[in-house]
C-alpha cells in the first residue's frame, strides 16, 4: 500500500486494472496530487517590482499592479522548460535562467488603469470566468470626515470617485466602465462587490443602495435595479408618475437631520416633523419582523405588550441599521448583513451588533432575519456551510474548495474548537462573522483540499495572531498585540475557522516566520509531503524584522509563488514553488 | 400651557415641568388603556424611552394589506394640543399629505383632550377605509376617488404592494 502511493507509476497502473466506487472517480483523479506537489523551490527570484494579486480561478492569467498602483500588468503562467544533455538529469542543478521570473511567466500586456489623480485598489480583482473578463477598480483618496449630504450616512467616508474597469482578460482591452461618484463602496478582499455568474452587486454604504448590475456577454454593464431607497426597478418611476398633483417633494432622501430636528425642538411645542418614510428595504425589513411578533401571539393584550418591549422599543435601532454587505446566495436572494454605522466603517466589526437576512429580489421579501448570535443561523452554517459558498460553476475543480460542510476532517477540526469554547454565544458571533461570504476569497488549490493534505496546523502563539488578524479581515500592520497569549479565547476559538493558521486557503497576507510551512499527507502513510518557505533560502538577516507573507498557489498546477515582504519598504523577496 | 387651545408658546421655550409631567402621566394612562383594551388592526407603543414619541401600525387596510408605520408625536401640553401622526411608510391616499402628515380634522382643529391615542388610531384606520375627498390634503387624490373609484383603488392596492408590504 505504502508502495502503491507514494510511487506515482504503481497509481497509473492501479487506474487501469481497478474502477473506483461510482461517483467517486473525480475524487480518485485528485489523489495524483498527493504524489504531484510543488516541492522544489526557487528561491530569491529576480522577479518584476510589481504587488502580485492572484492566478485567475482557470489559471489563465495572473494579475499584477504596478508599484505606483497606475498600471495593470497581466501574465500568462507557463512551466519552467530546459534541456540537458547529461543522462541523469535529476542530479543537475537548474540552470540559471530558472531564476528568473520571464522563465515561468509571460507578459501579455501592461496597459494602464486610471486617469487624473485615481489609484488602483490592488485589494480588489474579480474574474468572470465564463467570458474571461476581469474586473478592476480605481480609486481617488478616502475623505474620513465627509459631510453627510443628499442622503449620504452620517459617518460614512466618502470617496470622490470610483470607477470599475470590465477588461477583456485576452488582450487587456477596456470593455465598459462604472462609476460611481462622491459614495462608498468596501473594496477590501472584493468586501463591498460579490459576483455571482454575470450578475454583480456594488453594496454603496454611502447611500446604502445595493446597485446590481450584469454584465453581458458583449461586455457590457446593465443597470438591473437599485435595492434600498426602493425595491423595485420601476419604484422610483411609479412614484413620479403617480406624483402629479401630489407634487411630491424630494425631501424625504434627507432623513437623518430632520429627525434630530424633532428631539431638539420638541419642547417649543410645535414639533417640526420631518417628511421622512422608511426606505423601501427598511419598510420590508420592519414588516417582517412585525409579523413574525404579531403571529407569535394570538391574545391581543399579550401580543401588544410584547409589540411594545420587542419592536416599538427598538424601532430607532432597526431603522438606524445600515447595510454592511452582501452576498449572493442564488440568483434571486441576497444574503444581507445590517448592522450599526460605527461596525460598518471599522475595521473590527465583530464587537457590534449585528443581523443577517436573506432577501428576494424578485418578490421583495425578506424571507428570514436573524441576529448574529442565532444558534439557529450557526447551525444552518454549520450543517450547511457551502450553501453560502457560491463560486463559478464552470469549472469543477471549484466544488473541492474545503469546508467544514463538505470535509470531515475541517468539520472536526471546528467541532473541537467548539467543545473548548468557553463562551458559546462569543463563539457562535466569532463564526458567523464571516457571513456574508467574501467574493472569490479563496483559492481552489488542490494543495489545500483538506482530504487530502494538512498543513502545519501547530498552534503557537504566531498563528493566534493570525487568526486574529484574520478574523478582523485586516492586513497585518494593524494587529500589535502581545505575544504571549497563545491561548487567549476568542481568539484562538477561531483557530479553525478557515484553516488557519500559517497558511490557508483564504487570500490574505500573513504574518510569517522563518518556519517553512509543511504540507502533511492527510492519508496514509501520513508523511511529510512538501514544504512551503517564504523569504530568502537561509532565513532572513533580521529575524526580529515582521515580515508579512502572502502566496498566490495556481488553481490546479503544482506551483506557486510566495512573496515576503519585510515593513520597511526593502523589496520583497519571491520564492517560486514547483514540481521539478 | 394653561388652557387648551392657546398654549402654543413657542415664545417661552421652557415649559413648566408640572406640565410635562402631567401630560408624561396622562400618556402613560393611556398607554395603560392602550394595551388592556387593543383596538383592532392596530398598536402602538413609545419608541426607545421616550415617551412623547410612539410609532403605531396598522394592518389589514382595504388597501391590499400592507403593513403601515406611522410617527406619533405628543406636544409637551398634551392633551391640550393634539399629537401629530406622520406615516413612514408611503400611502397613497387624499388624507395624507404629500410628506406622510395625516391630515384630519380631529388632529387640527378638532382635537379635544377628551380623545385619547386608542380614539386617534381608530380615526386614522377608518379614514383608510373611508377616506374624506371633501377636505382633501391632496386634491389630485380625492377627484380620482370622486371621479373613478375603481382606479383610485387600484392605484393605492399597487401603492401598497410596492411600498407598503
Given at each position: ?147 453627510a449630504v443628499?442622503g449620504?450616512v452620517q ?74 431607497e ?13 406624483a402629479?398633483?401630489m407634487q411630491l417633494s424630494n425631501k424625504n432622501k434627507q432623513h437623518q437631520v430632520p429627525e434630530n430636528h424633532v428631539e431638539n425642538h420638541m419642547h417649543q411645542g410645535q414639533p417640526n416633523v420631518g417628511n421622512s418614510f422608511l426606505s423601501g428595504?427598511k419598510q420590508?425589513l420592519l414588516s417582517?419582523i412585525f409579523?413574525?411578533l404579531w ?5 391581543d393584550t399579550l401580543r401588544i405588550q410584547r409589540l411594545r418591549n420587542k419592536f416599538y422599543f427598538h424601532f430607532q435601532d432597526y431603522v438606524d441599521l ?18 450599526s454605522v ?239 | 400651557m394653561i388652557s387648551g387651545g392657546g398654549g402654543r408658546s413657542s415664545s417661552s421655550s421652557w415649559a413648566p415641568t408640572t406640565s410635562v409631567s402631567a401630560s408624561g402621566k396622562r400618556i402613560q394612562r393611556e398607554m395603560v388603556e392602550l394595551n388592556n383594551d387593543p383596538p383592532p388592526h392596530c398598536s402602538a407603543g413609545p419608541k426607545g424611552d421616550n415617551l412623547y414619541h410612539w410609532i403605531a401600525t396598522i394592518i389589514g387596510t382595504p388597501y391590499?394589506?400592507g403593513i403601515f408605520f406611522l410617527d406619533i408625536i405628543f406636544p409637551t401640553d398634551y392633551p391640550f394640543m393634539p399629537p401629530q401622526v406622520v406615516f413612514k411608510t408611503r400611502i397613497y391616499h387624499c388624507n395624507v399629505e404629500p410628506n406622510g402628515r395625516v391630515s384630519m380634522g380631529i388632529l387640527k382643529d378638532g382635537w379635544s383632550p377628551a380623545l385619547t391615542i386608542t380614539k386617534v388610531l381608530l380615526a386614522v384606520r377608518s379614514i383608510l377605509t373611508n377616506p374624506d375627498p371633501y377636505n382633501a390634503a391632496v386634491p389630485g387624490i380625492a377627484?380620482?376617488y ?10 393605492a392596492?399597487?401603492w401598497t404592494?410596492?411600498f407598503a408590504?
Open positions: 500500500m505504502y508502495y502503491r502511493r507514494s510511487n506515482i507509476a504503481a497509481r497509473i497502473f492501479d487506474r487501469q486494472i481497478c474502477t473506483p466506487a461510482p461517483g467517486t472517480s473525480v475524487h480518485h483523479a485528485r489523489r495524483f496530487y498527493e504524489n504531484l506537489v510543488p516541492s522544489y523551490t526557487v528561491y530569491e527570484v529576480e522577479f518584476p517590482d510589481h504587488s502580485f494579486r492572484k492566478f485567475t480561478d482557470d489559471g489563465q492569467y495572473l494579475v499584477s499592479f504596478s508599484r505606483n498602483h497606475q498600471e495593470l500588468i497581466v501574465y500568462r503562467p507557463r512551466w519552467l522548460s530546459f534541456s540537458c544533455n547529461d543522462e541523469d538529469c535529476d542530479k543537475h542543478d537548474l540552470p540559471a535562467k530558472a531564476r528568473r521570473f520571464d522563465s515561468f511567466f509571460t507578459q501579455l500586456y501592461c496597459i494602464p488603469l486610471v486617469s487624473c489623480n485615481e489609484l488602483i485598489c490592488k485589494d480588489f480583482f474579480l474574474y468572470m470566468e465564463s467570458n474571461k473578463f476581469g474586473l478592476f477598480a480605481t480609486s481617488t483618496a478616502q475623505i474620513h470626515d465627509a459631510p443628499g449620504a459617518g460614512v467616508p466618502s470617496i470622490e470617485k470610483i470607477t470599475f474597469h470590465l477588461l477583456r482578460m485576452e488582450d487587456g482591452e477596456i470593455l465598459d466602465k462604472k462609476i460611481f461618484s462622491n459614495d462608498f463602496v468596501n473594496l477590501t478582499h472584493n468586501m463591498g462587490v460579490f459576483l455571482y455568474d454575470d450578475l454583480l452587486a456594488i453594496v454603496s454604504l454611502r447611500y446604502q443602495t445595493i446597485h446590481i448590475l450584469q454584465i453581458r456577454d458583449s461586455g457590457n454593464f446593465v443597470h438591473v435595479r437599485a435595492i434600498g426602493f425595491c423595485r426597478e420601476d419604484d422610483e418611476l411609479f412614484l413620479n408618475s403617480n402629479q398633483g428595504i420590508r417582517f409579523q413574525g403571529n407569535e401571539e394570538t391574545d445600515i447595510i454592511w454587505k452582501v452576498q449572493f446566495l442564488d440568483r434571486h436572494h441576497l444574503l444581507i448583513k445590517f448592522g460605527d461596525g460598518g466603517v471599522s475595521r473590527n466589526a465583530d464587537h457590534h451588533p449585528a443581523f443577517v437576512a436573506v432577501y428576494n429580489m424578485d418578490t421583495t421579501e425578506i424571507v428570514s432575519f436573524y441576529q448574529n448570535s442565532a444558534d439557529e443561523l450557526y447551525l444552518l452554517f454549520e450543517k450547511f456551510g457551502d450553501h453560502f459558498h457560491v463560486t463559478s460553476r464552470n469549472l469543477m475543480y471549484m466544488n473541492f474548495i474545503s469546508s467544514h460542510s463538505n470535509n470531515i476532517h475541517a468539520l472536526e477540526q471546528l467541532r473541537s474548537i467548539k467543545d473548548k469554547a468557553s463562551n458559546s454565544s462569543q463563539f457562535v458571533k466569532k463564526m458567523l462573522a464571516s457571513l456574508p461570504f467574501s467574493c472569490q476569497s479563496q483559492s481552489p488549490s488542490p494543495y489545500f483540499d483538506q482530504s487530502l493534505f494538512r498543513f502545519d496546523d501547530k498552534v503557537t502563539p504566531h498563528a493566534c495572531f493570525l487568526v486574529y488578524f484574520h478574523c478582523n479581515d485586516q492586513m497585518g500592520l494593524a494587529m500589535e498585540k502581545p505575544i504571549g497569549h497563545p491561548l487567549e479565547t476568542d481568539h484562538i476559538n477561531v483557530v479553525c475557522l478557515l484553516l488557519l493558521e500559517l497558511i490557508s486557503a483564504t487570500d490574505r497576507h500573513r504574518q510569517s516566520t522563518d518556519h517553512p510551512i509543511k504540507f502533511i499527507l492527510r492519508n496514509s502513510p501520513h508523511t511529510l509531503k512538501f514544504k512551503i518557505k517564504p523569504g530568502p533560502e537561509a532565513g532572513s538577516m533580521d529575524g526580529r524584522a515582521k515580515k508579512i507573507s502572502s502566496f498566490l498557489f495556481h488553481p490546479f498546477l503544482p506551483f506557486a509563488l510566495s512573496i515576503q515582504q519585510t515593513l520597511f519598504l526593502q523589496p520583497s523577496v519571491v520564492n517560486i514553488h514547483f514540481r521539478r | 391590499q394589506g377627484h380620482l370622486l371621479g373613478d373609484r375603481a382606479k383610485h383603488d387600484d392605484i392596492a399597487e404592494v410596492r408590504k
